[in-house]
T-cell receptor
Framework: GENVEQHPSTLSVQEGDSAVIKCTYS??????FPWYKQELGKRPQLIID?????GEKKDQRIAVTLNKTAKHFSLHITETQPEDSAVYFC?????????????FGTGTQLKVEL | DGGITQSPKYLFRKEGQNVTLSCEQN?????MYWYRQDPGQGLRLIYY???????QKGDIAEGYSVSREKKESFPLTVTSAQKNPTAFYLC????????????FGPGTRLTVL
């Protein structure tokens, strides 16, 4: 089955700096890669996703890049703010007729310091 | 926070007892999922259901059971066969084949004493 590795497990940055979280996946058939943000005590929420036919996707201060050959994808957050502090999870999936089973990474605790 | 709900928020049970966690959604979503979240291990898929009266095992189904008798409901039973049931359980739903995003419920924290 699919295996997703995520690094680093913790990341501390100064407000205004950029943050980068990296994930690798094992199944070359995976074609959908979402990123979820989970604030303390709350449910995970999708912040951005990318499909394998696209190399990069941006949404304001966040972006995701995908390298299919190397089987890795990354989340980039620019101009970090204290409200960006949370746990971020990457995931990989094969979009099929209906399953869309997500395999998650182990999460990155991001702390944005003032 | 509406749309997908889980109850209760906290649940305590004695070892050896079965317990059922509730998941309800009013989003008219076809697919529903159960995940288990443990510290440092991310989310792991227990069971999922694409349509009513059908469900499939995920990666860690042993010791769990589900039913999908109604579109809006997908209860999870943690049986006494689950060796380490204490965890945070998250339910999710997805609209259908043409939609990718999974929406999560608020979760149930189960503690087995």
């Amino acid at each position: 089955g699919e295996n997703v590795e995520q690094h680093p497990s913790t990341l501390s940055v100064q407000e205004g700096d950029s943050a980068v979280i990296k994930c690798t996946y094992s199944d070359s058939a995976s074609n959908y890669f979402p990123w979820y943000k989970q604030e303390l005590g709350k449910r995970p929420q999708l912040i951005i996703d990318i499909r394998s036919n696209v190399g990069e996707k941006k949404d304001q201060r966040i972006a995701v890049t995908l390298n299919k050959t190397a089987k890795h994808f990354s989340l980039h957050i620019t101009e970090t703010q204290p409200e960006d502090s949370a746990v971020y999870f990457c995931a990989a999936s094969i979009l099929t007729g209906g399953g869309n089973k997500l395999t998650f990474g182990t999460g990155t605790q991001l702390k944005v310091e003032l | 926070d509406g749309g997908i709900t889980q109850s209760p928020k906290y649940l305590f049970r004695k070892e050896g007892q079965n317990v059922t966690l509730s998941c309800e959604q009013n989003l008219n979503h076809d697919a529903m999922y159960w995940y288990r979240q443990d510290p440092g291990q991310g989310l792991r898929l227990i069971y999922y259901s694409q349509i009513v009266n059908d469900f499939q095992k995920g990666d860690i189904a042993e010791g769990y059971s589900v039913s999908r008798e109604k579109k809006e409901s997908f209860p999870l039973t943690v049986t006494s066969a689950q060796k380490n049931p204490t965890a945070f359980y998250l339910c999710a739903s997805r609209a259908g084949i043409a939609y990718n995003e999974q929406f999560f419920g608020p979760g149930t924290r189960l503690t087995v004493l």
